[in-house]
């Protein structure tokens, strides 16, 4: 479901709005939703631990580190903290 949004901007800017949207192909609404969209993104930070665990999970396999090895690691790092 898509609901409205309503946002005053200075004619001039939406108008210059308007024609790059329309060189890129889109409307401006695709262009606004976009930017929400990546604002959102870019300060999220559940979207950003998400994004860390997958890096992290990546380096984990090229250097062929498992599962089973990172749960030995963190009960050997606790069981030192006692």
Same mark, same amino acid.
């Given at each position: 479901?898509?609901?409205q949004l309503l946002v005053r901007i200075d004619s001039d800017i /939406? &108008? /210059?709005l308007n024609l790059v #949207? *329309? *060189?890129e192909g889109k409307t401006s609404s695709d262009v606004v939703r976009?930017?929400?969209s990546? @604002? $959102?993104?870019? *300060?999220?930070m559940s979207a @950003? $631990?998400?994004d860390l665990w997958? *890096? $992290?999970s990546k380096q984990f396999k090229q250097h062929g580190i498992t599962e089973k090895d990172i749960k030995k690691a963190i009960k050997d790092v606790r069981r #030192? &903290?006692?």
């Open positions: 479901m898509t609901t /939406k &108008n /210059k #949207a *329309r *060189r976009e930017l929400v990546d @604002y $959102i993104n870019e *300060r999220d @950003y $631990i998400e997958q *890096r $992290i #030192a &903290n006692k």
